[in-house]
T-cell receptor, first 113, second 115 residues
Framework: AQSVTQLGSHVSVSEGALVLLRCNYSSSVPPYLFWYVQYPNQGLQLLLKYTTGATLVKGINGFEAEFKKSETSFHLTKPSAHMSDAAEYFCAVSDGRDDKIIFGKGTRLHILP | DTGVSQNPRHKITKRGQNVTFRCDPISEHNRLYWYRQTLGQGPEFLTYFQNEAQLEKSRLLSDRFSAERPKGSFSTLEIQRTEQGDSAMYLC?????????????FGPGTRLTVL
């Protein structure tokens, strides 16, 4: 069975500071990994995904994530936070059989002025 | 490409009533998914369709829930005899299907409140 653990239900960073959202996964097969963002009253939007190949994945809005198999992690980072980054972020995993995605509980990112 | 649309956006109903939600996927997307999201949780998979065929149902989908996708286009999710525990955001997503982990595009969701 697959699962995702997101460390910290709320994270606050100052505008311009590094954003780091942590995600650890569990999977019995090579995983496909995702980060989605959800703005208030909007649907989920894909930030980035890892399938195979390069372990550092670049996404939209300046976000990137690195797949570390030895640590079973897929942490999301952004060098400099903007106020517009305030949202809820979900890490997710799939085994690739049918696109079914298992989501974490989410981390709400707060940006402090 | 107008994105995935869901109707209604909000639904308030009394316990015991039936409700039906509609999802219109991105045109030419073969796969359609339903998820449920409760407060403080991530989306949980309910069911998905490949064209008109319903291929998998989660154990979360009790007998009171039924989903259809006639003609492989839009889909409906019906909940019969609603309970307060059904209150949640119901999300629909679609993907091209057939590829390796095609990106799922999500709609804005239907928020259900059962009184």
């Amino acid at each position: 069975a697959q699962s995702v653990t997101q460390l910290g239900s709320h994270v606050s960073v100052s505008e311009g500071a590094l954003v780091l959202l942590r995600c650890n996964y569990s999977s019995s097969v090579p995983p496909y990994l995702f980060w989605y963002v959800q703005y208030p009253n909007q649907g989920l939007q894909l930030l980035l995904k890892y399938t195979t190949g390069a372990t550092l994945v670049k996404g939209i809005n300046g976000f990137e994530a690195e797949f570390k198999k030895s640590e079973t992690s897929f942490h999301l980072t952004k060098p400099s936070a903007h106020m517009s980054d305030a949202a809820e972020y979900f890490c997710a995993v799939s085994d690739g059989r049918d696109d079914k995605i298992i989501f974490g509980k989410g981390t709400r990112l707060h940006i402090l002025p | 490409d107008t994105g995935v649309s869901q109707n209604p956006r909000h639904k308030i109903t009394k316990r015991g009533q039936n409700v039906t939600f509609r999802c219109d996927p991105i045109s030419e997307h073969n796969r359609l998914y339903w998820y449920r999201q409760t407060l403080g949780q991530g989306p949980e998979f309910l069911t998905y369709f490949q064209n008109e065929a319903q291929l998998e149902k989660s154990r979360l989908l009790s007998d009171r829930f039924s989903a259809e996708r006639p003609k492989g286009s839009f889909s409906t999710l019906e909940i019969q005899r609603t309970e307060q525990g059904d209150s949640a955001m119901y999300l629909c997503a679609s993907s091209l299907g057939g590829g390796q982990i095609d990106t799922q595009y999500f709609g804005p969701g239907t928020r259900l409140t059962v009184l």
